[in-house]
């Protein structure tokens, strides 16, 4: 990493973190092993700066101290020992040292650091209110999720709340964790509120349901803002979606009255929550071994659907469902909905095992 000016701007912070600090962390997130720092003197002697700016804060990358000067272009590739026409990251200044910048950047040669630094304005100014708040808009827009990914509810109506609760979290001392549990606590109530019965508890579980999807937007937000996710963050993100879905069945299964065909409603709750726990597991177990997470966006089965179809019928979507139908009084919809969607998940997860072990028989030795 490249960069003039640090000793003056490191350490103003944008969004609780130094400038610095949040340039290295972004760096380390993204896999870079080795860092070159450069500054003007005596930065080059001084990795006490940058411990400063990094807070409590640690990154995995290694560290190298380059002073700025003339031949600093030869000298920072042997610092990284790397050849000069290798890809290196270019930051020329604080300011320009955000997560959209820092992967775009990761592709820049590190010929190119006299081009760059020309168009910058003076790396020794200070940060005034409107370049912050350009650089906060920037950081926003860097951790935003497409539509694919967060389905068409979420992007639509959920984010622009979320958002606004983020800003008012991020130079607080919350971590992305304390959200998570909150959300899976409010969550799990929902169950619990349901089961009291009477059209007032519906919507109540209902609305509870829909703060822990919301405060699941938040707390991803922050951990990306933030340079705060965890395994234990993905673990309680993964644990608190379904355990609330788990919690909000069983809640419906113990009050709503019939279902259709003569099924029990608390006989097919328990079953739809038994056959889900199944899939989770299953699931979970794949996810650690393949690929070291529990984000189950990340699932095969799950990526399989790319229609707008499947772009809209999300969590979100489920979720708003379920509360439109707690307020016309129709729980058996949501209770009837829950347990064929278990059963068309585990479907899907356990065929397209079954077919991906076949498939595995079959291949040529």
Known sequence: MLGAGWRRQGLQQVGGLTLLGRALLALDARGVERIAVVGESPIGRDPAFVARALGRRRVAASLVYVEDGADLEPRV???LNRPLAS?????PRPILANEAHVLNAAQR????LGAVRGASPDPAAPLGDDERQALERRLFAAIRKPITIDGAVAWLVLRPVSRQLTRLCWRTPITPNQISIVALLLGVASGPVVALGGRTASVAGALLLAANLLLDCVDGELARLTHRTS??????DTIGDDASLVSYLLG???VVPALPLGVDPLEAAWAAAALFAATSLYV????????????????????????LLAYAMKRDFFVLLFLVLAIAGREWISLSAICLGTMVNAAGVFGTAALGRRAAGRAPE
């Open 77 to 79: 590739a042997l610092a």
């Open 87 to 91: 890809p290196v990251v270019v930051l």
């Open 109 to 112: 040669p590190i010929a190119d």
């Open 231 to 236: 395994r234990l963050g993905e673990w309680l």
């Open 252 to 254: 419906l299964g113990a």
């Open 284 to 307: 979970y177990g794949v996810l650690v071994r393949r690929v070291g997470t529990v984000d189950t966006a990340l699932y095969p089965h799950a990526r399989a659907g790319r229609s």
